[in-house]
């Protein structure tokens, strides 16, 4: 009997055991006791960091109705904290708030451009450190500006402003491929891989950052200020090296196979305009050892539709067509030479990450790169263009109507 008992206990005891290192809930919070951090804005300091946060305020989101208008009051509250190092704004916040900042739910993360221009690695860290924001959210650089004066404008569509700048900005890297939508993880990533240089899309405040702090901002038609994405920032291993414009940021996203969608006119032999829109587009890339020097190869395959016609060209014919699509693979060609080529000779950073492709094909190639050219191996790089387009559609008439418009 004794026997069996000891058996028994031996058998329970590990079990009994392992239930001591769960984690149960000790570190459980409760919600009336947390502030909801939903955008973080660091700038440069005299000493150390501007930090800004951009906090939900509860009470005015559950009275958001159906329509989206929400309460009477304005939807959010910012502090700013002046810290000789980021973490330290988190433990300043309880000095003005009852409530313990919870940075798990950050839709976007702005950093001034000052800050980004003198580096942000070890700003970054204790982001990535921490255990509590998951790194899904969006990176952004204030373009001559400070991440403070962002985080203040209200927006009058989105009553979060985190919603706003996190919404529309995925919208328009899908839609316009005029901008890149950039996870912190990702970011960091690029950081820290051989051969490759990050980027952020910039965005600027049009009009006066204080009247966009307003509530006023959000009962005009026309608000007086707007938040707005502009250019693309180039960094330096982690320092802001320079701007980049609308065409070469297409290129750009062209050549690493980040376009969802783009449009694009040209003018037919009347002078009227043809808008085709790149439906769907796959850049693929081959990196060849010839003679003992890499190059680049790359093959863009494009889906389009003819969205618009505003001359008397008609679109009846296949010969048409094909002349359409043959058009379209020049320019898509060229807006890939023209970003390889501009942004190499203007800041000579590898942010199409040629180097890594390199690297991932022969890292014995890349070291031999790396010493024969050092940095400037991106100027001399063979790159080749290829562009195949297909034009699916040119909508339900084939002819505009405007030349049977009557006097």
Same mark, same amino acid.
């Given at each position: 009997?004794? /026997? ?7 058998? *329970? ?5 392992? &239930?001591?290192?769960?984690? /149960? *809930? ?5 919600? #009336?006791?947390? %502030?909801?951090?939903?955008? +973080? ?5 005299? #000493?150390?960091?501007?930090?800004? +946060? ?10 958001? #109705? ?5 309460? &009477? ?15 330290? &704004? ?9 409530? &313990?900042?919870?940075? !798990? ?34 990176v952004m650089v ?42 912190? $993880?990702?970011?960091?990533?690029d950081l820290l ?8 899309? !910039?965005?600027?405040?049009? /009009? $006066? ?12 038609? $026309? ?40 449009? !694009? ?6 002078? !009227?305009? =043809?808008?085709?829109? %790149? ?15 890499? @190059? ?7 889906? *389009? ?5 505003? /001359? ?26 023209? %970003?390889?080529?501009? =942004?190499?000779?203007?800041? #000579? ?19 031999r790169l790396k ?12 790159? @080749? ?23």
């Open positions: 009997m004794a /026997g069996r008992i000891k058996r028994a206990v031996a058998a *329970c005891l590990p079990l009994l055991l392992l &239930s001591l290192l769960l984690s /149960g *809930c000790w570190e459980r919070k409760e919600l #009336n006791e947390l %502030a909801f951090v939903l955008a +973080m804005g660091l700038d440069k300091a005299e #000493n150390g960091y501007n930090v800004t +946060m951009q906090v939900v305020i509860p009470s005015s989101i559950s009275s958001q #109705n159906a329509g989206g208008t929400g309460g &009477s009051g304005v939807p959010v509250v910012e502090y700013n904290f002046t810290v000789p190092t980021v973490y330290e &704004s988190l433990r300043k916040f309880n000095l003005i708030s009852s409530r &313990s900042p919870y940075l !798990g739910h950050i839709r976007v993360l702005v950093i001034g451009e000052e800050l980004a221009r003198e580096g942000v690695g070890k700003t970054l860290d204790v982001i990535k450190r921490s255990r509590e924001p998951r790194m899904d959210f969006y204030a373009r001559k500006t400070t991440a403070e004066n962002v985080l203040k404008v209200l927006t009058p569509l989105d009553r979060l402003p985190a919603t706003k700048l996190f919404s529309s900005l995925d919208k328009s890297y899908k839609i316009s491929s005029k901008t890149v939508a950039v996870t912190l $993880d990702k970011f960091i990533e891989y051989q051969g490759k240089s990050p980027v952020l899309t !910039g965005v600027v405040v049009q /009009g $006066d950052p204080e009247a966009g702090s307003e509530k006023s901002n959000v009962e005009q038609t $026309d608000p007086r200020t707007k938040l707005r994405y502009e250019s693309v920032a180039i960094f330096k291993k982690d320092k802001l090296v320079g701007w980049i414009e609308d065409d070469l940021t297409v290129g750009f996203n062209y050549v690493t196979d980040n376009v969802t969608k783009n449009t !694009g006119h040209f003018k037919d032999e009347a002078g !009227g305009l =043809i808008i085709i829109e %790149a439906l769907t587009s796959t850049t693929s890339r081959k990196v060849k050892i010839i003679d003992g020097e890499p @190059h680049i190869y790359l093959s863009a395959e494009t889906l *389009c539709n003819v969205q618009e016609v505003e /001359g008397a060209d008609t679109l009846d014919t296949e010969a048409k067509i094909k002349s359409l699509e043959e058009e379209t693979e020049e320019r898509v060609v060229k807006r890939m030479k023209d %970003a390889v080529e501009g =942004i190499s000779k203007q800041f #000579n950073v590898d942010i199409f990450g040629f180097g890594q492709s390199i690297y991932r094909k022969s890292p014995k190639e890349w070291e010493a024969r050219r050092g940095e400037g191996y991106l100027k001399t790089l063979p790159v @080749h263009y290829e562009a195949s387009v297909t034009i699916n559609r040119i909508g339900t008439i084939d002819n505009s109507f405007y030349e049977d418009i009557k006097e």
